[in-house]
């Protein structure tokens, strides 16, 4: 009996394994980091901390044989004046404007639908435009940092007698400002990035921002103004005080109000998720 030879059948072609997810994140984040070249969103990163350092600069150098006529070191002054022209309404505004305009990137060129066909899990976009935003928010603030000891170094050239050459600068107390008004902002920008990523309209996201920003100073004498996301930032700047003798003084842990805005983060974020994760691709 002649035995039918079944040919082998041939090997099947071994498909690509799928990116894993911090190699999708990876590969998202690069390209939203390229999308950025040339946009409102840098250039509001780079520059918005240049008026109010800019303000305590010229106040210093016209009035500040004024302002220190008690001596002592003019670091606790200046510092403190800057920061709270920065953080009472332009901080919050900046953030508002920042998560606007990063997301805008997308909605401008038509290109979410684009987006989500592309081989990457909607985790991956939500996660890289996150991350973008907060760093470009980081490099803000330590810019803002720069520009203060910067301004201050340069009065000390330009007007001597007010001492800024003669003093050290109170790095601890900075550094650790910088730290709390980065967790202050977080609150509000993780409601401002859902915001923008649910209504995709740069006129939205900043109205309901602007409107909130300007509510919230309205309402900082109401007892629980301290949960409110947007009062976050102006509360911490506020925080900053100088003692009788002339230091500045900053707490060493984080305020109730900034353990709050961590909270609004969280819950914004997690419900920010959920809503993308079951939005129609299409819309």
Known sequence: MNSVLTPALPELATLPAATNPFGQLRRTLAADALKLRRTAALRLTLLSGAFPVLLAFLIFFFKGHEILKAGGTPW??????????????LLPLFVVLLT????????????????????????????????????LNAVALVLFVGLVLGAGAL???????????AHAVPMEVVLRMLGRTYVATLGLLAVQYVVSLYWRSFVVPVGVGMGAVVATVALLSWEHADKIPYAAPLM?????????????EAGHELAKHEWYSLAWCGGALLLGYLLLYRRNMTT
């Open 76 to 89: 606790p002054r200046f510092i403190s004046l800057a920061w709270q022209t920065a953080g009472t309404l």
């Open 155 to 165: 009065l000390g050239v330009l007007q001597p007698k007010l001492g800024f050459q």
């Open 236 to 248: 911490t700047s506020v925080s900053m005080r100088m003692s009788k003798a002339g230091v500045l």
């Open 100 to 135: 606007s305009l990063v997301v805008n990137i997308e909605t401008k060129a038509t290109a979410w639908k684009h987006l989500y066909a592309q081989p990457v899990g909607r985790g991956a976009v939500f996660f890289s435009k996150l991350l973008l935003i907060l760093a």
